[in-house]
């Protein structure tokens, strides 16, 4: 799978962004996805992520009620809506698929969970 993030940019505090990315090959629909960022300095971390059906999500506990994970695999696509958005989630988001076909619970997901990254996206969040 070839994951193609799109959406960053520069918000202000408060506001909210889309973030899509798409995924070439047929076989998306198998597959869990997940979100992660990077911030200057920092290491990359866990955001969100999704079941291959879109049923069972997961949230890192600073984006829990803000963000959304969301996907239309008819689409061959995978959201995250954020809303609410602070300085602290000026990042690099990356899209992830995970290694394994068919996993059916997302929690606890984390970066050793997926297999295929793309080219992260970068957005600014200003106070």
């Known amino acids: 799978v070839q994951l193609q993030a799109s959406g960053g940019g520069l918000v202000q505090a408060g506001d909210s962004l889309r973030l899509s990315c798409a995924a070439s090959?047929?076989?998306?629909?198998?597959?869990?996805m997940g979100w992660f960022r990077q911030a200057p300095g920092k290491e990359r971390e866990f955001v969100a992520a999704?079941?291959?059906?879109?049923?069972?999500?997961y949230y890192a506990d600073s984006v829990k009620g803000r963000f959304t994970i969301s996907r239309d695999n008819a689409k061959n696509t995978v959201y995250l809506q954020m809303n609410s958005l602070k300085p602290g989630d000026t990042a690099i988001y990356y899209c992830?698929?995970?290694?394994?076909?068919?996993?059916?619970?997302?929690?606890?997901?984390?970066?050793?969970?997926?297999?295929?990254w793309g080219q992260g996206t970068q957005f600014t969040v200003s106070s």
């Open positions: 992830a698929a995970d290694a394994s076909m068919y996993r059916s619970s997302v929690h606890g997901s984390s970066g050793a969970d997926f297999g295929s």
């Open positions: 090959g047929r076989t998306f629909s198998r597959y869990a």
């Open positions: 999704i079941n291959w059906s879109g049923i069972s999500t």
